[in-house]
Structures are given as C-alpha cells and as structure tokens.
C-alpha cells in the first residue's frame, strides 16, 4: 500500500484527474499549497512596490492506492501534470501502513482498492 | 442672420434645467463602464480578474480621446449619409451653444454620446476576455471606436440614412447594443475560442462581483436611457421610468425559465436578465407606454435566453454572451418598438399596431443592416489587425492567466513568500538558483 503525493501546475489539475481517470484510479484528495520548486520568480508591481513572487500555486494530489495501481497513478500523474517547463512538480510515493474506509470499516488493501476493481 | 446674432439666439435657447440632468446623466453612463468591468470580472476566472476588469478601463482612456478627436465628428458633423463631416474634428466648434434644435451646450452633447462610445467599445471586451493580447485589444478598440461605433452612430443618431429613413431608436439600440452585439460574435470567431473552452468547465470566480456589477449597471441605465431624451421633458420621463419597469419584467420571466429548466433560481441568471431587461427598453425607452415596456421585458426575455442556453453548446466560444444580452436583445427591442410606438406618449410616431406599418419596416431595415456591417466590418478589422500583431496569448501565458501575464498584479495577492525588492537587495535575497 502507498500514498502517492502529487505537486503539480494548478492549470494541470484537470489533465492529471482525466489521465487518474483513465488509469481507473477513483480515490483521490487535491488541496491548494504554495510553493517552490526552483522555478523563476514573477515579478509583480502594486503601485511603487516591486517584488518577488517567491511562491507558486501549486495543486497537492493524495492518492492511496494498492501496490499494483502505484506505478499507474504515478504514470498518470506524471502524464498529466507535464508541460517540460520549471516548475512542473513532483511526485513522491511513500509507504503507507494503515488504511480504513470510514463508511464500512473495512481496512487495508480493501480500503484503497478502487471501487472499479471490485 | 450675422453670425454673432445667431449665437446670441441659440445661447438664449440653452435650458440650466436640462443641462443640469445631463451632466448627471453623463456621470451615470460613464460609471456604468466600471460597473461593466465588475460584472465582467465576476464571470471569468480568478487568475484573469484584473485584466478583465482593465480592458473596460483601457476602453475609457481609448474611446474618450477617439471621441473627441475624430469620432465625435464623423458621427455628428453634417448630415451625410453614411458618414459625418470632418468639421468638429478635434472639438472644434463645440462650445457651449447647443447643437442644433438642442436645449444643452454641444460640450455636454458631445461629452454624453462619448460615454456611450466608450461603453460600447468596452462591451465587446467580453467576446475576448481571458485570451486575448491586451495591446492587441487597445489597437482594435481605438480602431473601432472610430470605424464602427462613430459610422452607426452617425446612421442612427446624428443624421445618417437610418434616422433619414424614419428608423427611431431611443437610446443606441443600433450604435450600442446591436453594435457590440454583432461585432462580438465577429471577435469571437476571429479570435478564437480559449484553449480549454468546451473541454473543462470554465466558471464564473465571484458570483457577487456579477450581481453587484449588474445593479450599478442598472442604476446607470436610468442616465444611458433618462438623458437620451437630451433634456428633462417627457420622453425622458418616459423613458426612465420604462428603465424601471422592463429589466424587473425581463427578471420575472428569467426566474421562470430557470425554474422550468432546472427547479432553481440562479443568481447570475437573475444579473444577466437585469442586462437584458435594460437592452430590451433601450431603443424603446421614449416611445412606448409604460404598459408596453413591461410586455417587452416579459417578452422580450425570451429570445435572448435561448441564445444563452444555446450558446454554449457551440464552437463559438463568446465568452461573455455580449451577442446575447446586447446583440438580440437589442435587435428584439428595435422591432418590438416598431410594433407598439404610440405617438400619444412619443409625439413621434405611431407602431404597426397603431396603424404606421411603415414605422415597423423602418425599424427592420435597422435590425437587418446593422447587424450585417457590425459583423463584417469587425471581422475584417481584426484580421487587418491580426496580421500586423498576434490577437492572442501563448497557451503559457493564457494557462498562466492574463493579470501576471499583462499586468504582473494578481487579484488576490497574499503577499506570502512575496520578497520585497529594494535598490540594496535588488532581491538578491533568498532566491533559490534554478541550477
């Protein structure tokens, strides 16, 4: 079992839920973080102030999933989440010791299968 | 008649009364070009908020100075068919004598069509909103102002072959709503649709920002429509009061439809129904009776809300739907005027219903013409521009958003990880090497 951690452009969010979609991956969180990821800074002006916008908007994706869908949803992530520009993302996987559907309690490798696998 | 008698006659006609209403009535219109720019910047998305928001402004700045410089004349100067003289170019001869028959200094009669071209122009921004290239838009809106809106209001208002012909129209049915209209869809289509139009739902970011937009709209409306009248007698009473009475009759048929459609009354429904209503009365507003204005609104609403349903379902990705709450909306109020003008409330002319059939070919002649030259001459003007500087943003910059792209603001900075750049740091603090 793995939580799959997606950072990714906030323009790219869709495509990554289509390409999730499509690898029949179900199960996902998304929250708005800021970040920084070694991409140029924007410079803004608001009246005589200049700066240096050091954070981006970046979009987090959670995904648990079984071992045999990690690779998928890392694939999809990556697929989708690409333009080839800094500042495109990361991904990281990390292993996951307890799983439990609230609805059922049902845990582990249940828990995080996805309901189309069933 | 000696030349200094004549201005001793016509400064003897100006009424303070009027002038007075006019003024107002022009500080209205030109407030409803920031309203505009709010109820556009609640309907797209957060990261275009500002940019939205300035193609109103940079109408104002634009359209202002086209006005007096060039399109004032061409629009009111002699009684050419198709196009005004060059003789108030640049202002001249328009002091403080009324134009004409008029009762208000021709400085306040240019000053109050001037913010009817600037809200036009600006108008038409909906069509390209959160993809087009602001500098772009600048040239095309400067280039408009003159080409377009100066010809149609010179058609409808300042003597042109329209207002030879018969063809009444109150307020700017012609030059404002079927103007922008029409001359939306053209942008549209030669622009081109966003890069994630019809593929991703692209939402409105702040639902009150439209209504609160929408009810400054409306509150100028009763300028836009009151002054047209050029004074403070009847028609302008006429027509502020139908302002009041369509746009509440366009809102109960919009609560309706929604209703029918899907079981719930939608807010930003309820603010476009505001615009419509508005549109519909416009051309109308000093011709009919109060009773007919609310069957306009009622009416009226109908066909301008299956554009809206159907819109979207296209292609053509007209962003904001200026076709359909100014272009047929406007085109609706033209014929319905043609139909139910009384001359008992109007001192004018008599509808079709009222025993003039030729009133209501006048007013389809309109309605027929000025969609045609508003579309083509649009299109062809664009293209023009087009090939001289990219009408659009790069797929980056428009993923980006316009607001850092063309303004490097954004909405809804929070100023987090934000580092302030001084002469001594230059910002040379804290910045990770992209190596």
């Known amino acids: 079992m793995k939580l799959v951690i997606g950072i990714v452009r906030p323009e790219k969010a869709n495509d990554v839920l289509e390409a999730l979609y499509r690898a029949e991956v179900r199960g996902v969180s998304i929250s708005r973080v800021e970040g920084h990821g070694g991409e140029l800074e924007r410079v803004e002006t608001y009246r005589g102030t200049t700066v240096k916008m050091g954070l981006s908007d970046k979009v987090r994706f959670e995904v648990a999933v079984s071992d045999e869908f990690t690779q998928p949803t890392v694939e999809a992530l990556r697929e989708g989440a690409r333009t080839g520009e800094v500042g495109d993302g990361k991904i990281f996987v990390v292993p996951l010791e307890q799983a439990v559907r609230i609805r059922t309690g049902e845990s582990a490798e249940a828990a995080v299968t996805p309901m189309a696998k069933k | ?435």
């Open chain 2, 1 to 435: 008649m000696s030349g200094a008698l004549h201005t001793v006659l016509a400064v003897a006609q100006i009424d303070t009364g009027d002038t007075a209403w006019m003024l107002a009535a022009t500080a209205l219109v030109l407030m409803m070009t920031f309203a505009l720019g709010l109820f556009y910047a609640g309907l797209v998305r957060a990261k275009n908020t500002l940019n939205t928001f300035m193609m109103c402004l940079a109408a104002i700045a634009i359209a202002a100075v086209t006005w007096a410089l060039l399109g004032y004349s061409l629009a009111f100067d002699g009684e050419g068919a198709l196009i005004g003289g060059l003789g108030h170019v640049g202002l001249s001869g328009v002091g403080f004598e009324p134009r004409g028959e008029g009762t208000i200094p021709q400085l306040v009669f240019m000053a109050f069509q001037g913010t009817f071209c600037i809200i036009t122009v600006a108008l038409i921004s909906g069509a390209v909103v959160e993809r087009m290239r602001f500098g772009a838009f600048m040239v095309f809106a400067a280039l408009w102002s003159v080409l377009v809106y100066a010809v149609l209001a010179h058609w409808a208002f300042g003597g042109g072959w329209l207002a030879a012909e018969g063809t009444l129209d109150f307020a700017g049915g012609i030059p404002v709503e079927m103007g922008s209209g029409f001359s939306a869809l053209a942008a549209a289509l030669v622009v081109g649709a966003r890069k994630d139009y019809g593929r991703q739902a692209l939402l409105p970011h702040n639902a009150v920002y439209v209504l609160v937009g929408a009810g400054l709209l409306w509150f100028g409306w009763f300028g836009f429509n009151g002054g047209s009248g050029l004074g403070a007698g009847n028609a302008s009473v006429l027509a502020f009061v139908n302002t009041l009475l369509t746009p509440a009759c366009a809102l109960l048929t919009w609560f309706a439809l929604d209703l029918i459609r899907g079981r719930r009354v939608t807010a930003i429904g309820a603010a476009t129904a505001i615009i419509v209503g508005c549109v519909l009365i416009t051309p109308a507003g000093g011709f009919i009776s109060p009773g007919w204005a609310m069957a306009l609104g009622f009416l009226g609403a109908l066909p301008c809300y299956a554009v809206i349903v159907w819109r979207p379902r296209t292609r053509v990705d007209e962003t904001l739907d200026v076709l359909a709450a100014h272009g047929v909306a406007g085109f609706t109020g033209i014929l319905f005027l043609g139909l139910v003008a009384q001359i008992g409330w109007n001192g004018v002319a008599d509808g079709l219903f009222y025993g003039d059939a030729g009133q209501f070919w006048s007013q389809a002649l309109a309605a027929a013409v000025t969609p045609a030259y508003a579309f083509v001459a649009t299109f062809v003007l664009l293209k023009l521009v087009g090939a001289v500087m990219p009408l659009r943003a790069s797929e980056h910059d428009e993923a980006v958003g316009m607001d850092i792209v063309y303004h490097g603001e954004e909405a809804y900075a929070s100023g987090e990880g934000a580092i302030l750049v001084t002469p001594e740091s230059d910002g040379e603090l804290l910045v990770a090497d992209p190596g």
